[in-house]
Each structure stands twice: as structure tokens, then as C-alpha cells.
């Protein structure tokens, strides 16, 4: 009720004031408008300013990040290659450039046993590329074995009721013949 009678007191009062007065009360509603609206836009002007710039720190922050992470997987990627070398070159890793006598001294070494040359082609099988073109793996194996057995990089040994022979290498050899004395 209080707000129905200023609105009506309003009006009164606008009424019974002058042309003149009623201009000015105009003139300084306008120009109080338009410093609302002066310091609305400045405002507006300043927030849009500071998310641009905003985003554009973001966008930066974005592209830092990128670059740590791209300069992270570089550096893990160069680290696995480094490693990758270091086992090459101390005869930890499988090498698929070596001559086959190496890959077989190599499997067996790996293993810590004696190994059968089934369990030898299963091996490689895994690991070598150029070994699974062979058509005959069996075949394949058994060259490269003889010249290892020739060369005294692999010993052989027959076990009784079985076929073919338990490959080992030449210290596997002293180490059994030691334990059974």
C-alpha cells in the first residue's frame, strides 16, 4: 500500500511541476544515466580486456605444458635408447643383428638352464623375425647348433631314453660335473 501511494505522490508531483523543471529533472536523469551507463561500459570494456588476457595466459600456460611434456617423452625416449645400447653392448639384450651362434648362446645364457632345441625354437620364435620366415624351423636350428657344438660355444649332452640332446653352455657343464663329484 505504501509503494502504491509514492507511485501516485510521484505522478502528482510531476504534474504540478513546470515545462522548464520537468526538462531539467530530464537533463539530469540523462546525464546520470550516462554515467551508469559511461562507467557500465568501462567496466564491461576492463572485464573483457582482463579475460582476453586471461585466456591468452591459459593459452600460454596450455603450450609450456605441451612443451615440458613433449621435452619429457623426448627425453625418456632417448634414455629407453641409451639403455637399449648399454644392454646390447653388454650381452643383456636379445640382438636381432647377431650371428645365429650368438642368439643361440645368448638364449641359453638368458635361461640359466640347459634347454632342449624345442624349447630353444620357441624362444626364437619370439624374438627373432628372421627365424619365423624359415619354413622348417627344426631344420634352421640344427645347422647352427652343429657349428656351435663345433666351435665349443655349446655343449651337448645325450639323455638316456630321450631324443636329441640337452644343449647347455660350456660352464653349465663344469658347474654339473662339479656337483655330482
Do not use: C
Request: aromatic share 8%.
Amino acid at each position: 500500500m505504501k509503494d502504491l501511494a509514492i507511485k501516485y505522490l510521484e505522478k502528482l508531483v510531476l504534474q504540478q511541476q513546470s515545462k522548464d523543471e520537468l526538462i531539467n529533472k530530464i537533463l539530469q536523469l540523462q546525464e546520470r544515466d550516462k554515467d551508469l551507463v559511461d562507467r557500465y561500459s568501462n567496466l564491461y570494456k576492463s572485464k573483457k580486456e582482463s579475460d582476453k588476457s586471461y585466456q591468452e595466459r591459459i593459452k600460454e600456460y596450455e603450450d609450456r605444458i605441451e612443451e615440458v611434456f613433449k621435452m619429457h617423452t623426448h627425453g625418456q625416449i632417448i634414455t629407453e635408447e641409451y639403455k637399449r645400447l648399454v644392454d646390447l653392448k653388454l650381452g643383456n639384450t636379445y640382438n636381432i643383428n647377431a650371428t645365429w651362434i650368438d642368439k643361440i648362446v645368448f638364449v641359453l645364457k638368458a635361461a640359466g638352464r640347459p634347454m632342449r632345441s624345442a624349447e630353444i625354437i620357441d624362444v626364437l620364435l619370439k624374438n627373432d623375425m628372421t627365424f619365423r620366415t624359415l619354413t622348417d624351423h627344426q631344420k634352421g636350428l640344427s645347422a647352427h647348433l652343429t657349428k656351435a657344438l663345433k666351435y665349443g660355444r655349446v655343449i651337448g649332452e645325450k639323455q638316456a631314453g630321450q631324443n636329441g640332446y640337452l644343449f647347455s653352455l660350456p660352464t653349465d657343464t663344469i658347474k654339473n660335473s662339479l656337483d655330482k663329484k
